[in-house]
């Protein structure tokens, strides 16, 4: 699976952007996805998960009632929609995806896309 995500960009604290993730190959709905970030000098994060279905959707405490997980296995997508963004949003994203149930944490994930650099102004 080859995953690029795109959507980062300079948004104002309280204001809102859309990450979305394109997935190649023919098996997109038998991975659950994910998005983690990273700011400088910091460990990747998880930020927000989905399963391969799409009916289980998982949030970080920072991200829970502000941002929004959805995916679209017919179009091989996954969006990140963040709502109300603060300053401490401000990472690179990553798209990520786990072929097995090992949690929503770094080591459990398969597959990485590029980075999107989200930057939340004060």
């Known amino acids: 699976v080859q995953l690029q995500a795109c959507g980062g960009g300079l948004v104002q604290a309280g204001g809102s952007l859309r990450l979305s993730c394109a997935a190649s190959?023919?098996?997109?709905?038998?991975?659950?996805m994910a998005w983690f970030r990273q700011a400088p000098g910091k460990e990747r994060e998880f930020v927000a998960g989905?399963?391969?279905?799409?009916?289980?959707?998982y949030y970080s405490d920072s991200a829970k009632g502000r941002f929004t997980i959805s995916r679209d296995n017919a179009e091989n997508t996954v969006t990140l929609q963040m709502n109300r963004l603060k300053p401490e949003d401000t990472a690179v994203y990553y798209c990520?995806?786990?072929?097995?149930?090992?949690?929503?944490?770094?080591?459990?994930?398969?597959?990485w896309g590029k980075g999107t650099l989200v930057t939340v102004s004060s």
């Open positions: 990520a995806a786990s072929g097995g149930h090992r949690g929503w944490t770094p080591s459990g994930m398969d597959y």
């Open positions: 190959g023919h098996t997109f709905n038998t991975y659950a």
């Open positions: 989905i399963n391969s279905g799409g009916n289980g959707v």
